[in-house]
């Protein structure tokens, strides 16, 4: 899976458009089917590590990889929308042939950052992924696009490397740069403490979260309508991967004590960028600070420290990493062919593009979180999990959803419904097959999802319960589960949330 892209990225560098596009698609299918094909294999009752390579290459260093259920379902996410990707890359008409390779070659690490379990790998691969997203945003960008790929550039290096200086700490004090030998290593407490932000500031940009969200509005603007579907789709989840990955299993202590933070910045993330959203003019910034509102509910659910607030946070950034990738893709849609996103130039495209309208709410609806849509699912399972944390962040938390209801219906009303203003918006054609062929695909997944989430949720349980296990002992206490100050009652429903967990990873 990841031979396959490269290959075919270099591949793309020496052939012409056309044969580029075939290629570039070819390979994303290709890989897709492979996806498939790893999932169908994936054993759920078997071993945490599966599908294991390793290969030692010099002192301190190996080519090891090797995926757990978190990680096959978010490398099922960046298979199922590459081929998507690259049928919305139509429009694009220079340089081509590099515009595929960058692609495929992001592709390719992607994929690494989910399969990679050596420390340095796993940070190679993590951070070279900015290389063909800097190239893609930079090269086939807007009018601004090199103030957004430079602001993108350096935000996410500025965090990463203080990441490093923690990883070469960590392997110096543990001995190993084994990822999953890490996860199981008690460093010392006060240590924790350091490590655990060095690493958040890496994760907290690349989620992104307030108040270090300012270079995702800017680059999803900038950014053609499939690096917006990848940014969206993808890039943000490594961020919430890292969280899952490294800040809660390696520094359970550091990660209950900073639990606070984590929530102060999420609830003004969920409240602020919703209500900077309902006054966008422009459609793309509109959904891009909708992701940063989504996002912070799966920081918060994350911190929850118990099984619901963790499989939650997981369906929401599968559900979003598919909802927002198909709202972007509605948005490409329109803007190629009137080749503008302000949102008062549109009105009334139900009547001349029905089918359009139809996929364009279905979606609407699932950003939401309407019940039967993927994000219905992720944010009830979410809430419940933060709600047995804090009934007040639960709170908070449960009023993004309003007011996401506020903002897309009222972008909705406005691109939909209303009179025809505009001729030319009144004359465009509906979808073409190749539209069809990129919307429909996700529209299904994103009902399968809302329908029957068991199939998401069956390969991560194990996991995320053994997970849930490693945090026990730093687990904190919230508002909603005590009665204050009474030791016995603390008692008490400490031995409910243990065999409620318990039950859970059984189930």
């Known amino acids: ?33 492979l996806g498939a094909a790893l999932w169908a294999q994936y054993d759920i009752g078997g071993a945490q590590w599966q599908f294991q390579e390793n290969v030692a290459l010099f002192q301190g260093f190996a080519w090891k990889l090797g995926i757990d259920g978190i990680a096959l379902m978010l490398i099922m996410l960046s298979v199922f929308l590459m081929p998507i990707c690259i049928l919305a890359s139509q429009s694009i008409e220079k340089r081509v042939s590099e515009y595929m390779a960058a692609f495929l070659l992001m592709e390719t690490l992607m994929i690494g950052v989910f399969a990679a379990q050596d420390l340095l790998l796993f940070y190679i691969f993590f951070e070279a992924g900015l290389i063909p997203m800097y190239l893609i945003i930079g090269i086939w960008g807007g009018a601004e696009r ?46 924790q403490k ?27 603007v900038q950014a053609p309508t499939a690096g917006s579907v990848i940014l969206a789709g993808v890039l943000l989840k490594m961020g919430g991967y890292g969280f899952i990955r490294f800040s809660l299993p390696m520094f ?83 803007y190629d062919r009137l080749h503008t996103r302000e949102i008062d130039r549109y009105g009334g495209l139900s009547i001349n593009m ?28 979410a809430l419940t999990g933060i709600y ?38 009144a004359a465009m054609p509906d979808l073409s097959v190749r539209e069809w062929l990129m919307l429909a695909p996700i529209a299904a997944v994103v009902l399968w999802m809302g329908v029957y989430p068991e199939s998401f949720l069956a390969p991560m349980r194990a996991d995320i319960a053994a997970l849930d296990a490693r945090l ?15 030791p016995t009652t603390a008692k008490t429903h400490e031995a409910q949330s243990h065999e409620t967990s318990a039950h859970g990873g059984a189930h």
Request: aromatic share 12%; proline share 4%.
């Open 1 to 33: 899976m990841l031979a396959v892209p490269l290959v075919a990225a270099l591949a793309c560098l020496f052939s012409g458009a056309a044969a580029a596009r075939t290629i570039a698609l070819a390979a994303t299918l290709i890989d897709l089917v």
């Open 146 to 191: 090199i103030y957004a790929s430079y602001k993108f550039f350096l935000y996410t290096l500025l965090g990463s490397v203080l990441m490093l200086i923690a990883m070469l700490w960590m392997i110096n004090e543990a001995g190993t740069t084994d990822i999953p030998t890490l996860m199981a290593y008690d460093f010392p407490a006060d240590a």
């Open 252 to 334: 359970p202590q550091a990660s209950a004590d900073f639990a606070w933070l984590v929530f102060a910045l999420s609830m003004v993330a969920v409240v602020y960028t919703s209500l900077v959203a309902l006054v966008q003019q422009d459609m793309k910034k509109l959904i891009a600070y909708s992701s940063v509102a989504h996002m912070a509910i799966v920081t918060v659910g994350l911190f929850a420290f118990n099984v619901q607030g963790l499989e939650g946070s997981m369906v929401v950034m599968l559900s979003h990493g598919l909802v927002s990738g198909a709202l972007f893709l509605c948005v490409g849609v329109i």
């Open 388 to 425: 047995k944390m804090s009934s007040w962040v639960a709170l908070v938390a449960g009023s993004g959803i309003i007011l996401g209801a506020g903002y897309m219906l009222y972008l909705y009303r406005r691109v939909a419904f209303g009179e025809q203003k505009n001729a030319d918006a």
């Open 194 to 220: 350091w490590l655990w932000l060095a690493f958040f500031a890496s994760f907290a940009v690349k989620m992104p979260m307030w108040p270090v969200h300012t270079w995702l509005p800017d680059a999803h």
């Open 354 to 381: 029905p089918k359009y309208a139809l996929l364009f709410m279905l979606f609407t609806m699932a950003s939401v979180g309407l019940p039967g849509t993927s994000g219905f699912v992720g944010e009830f399972l």
């Open 472 to 486: 026990a002992s730093a687990r904190p206490e919230g508002d909603a589960r005590l009665t204050a100050g009474d």
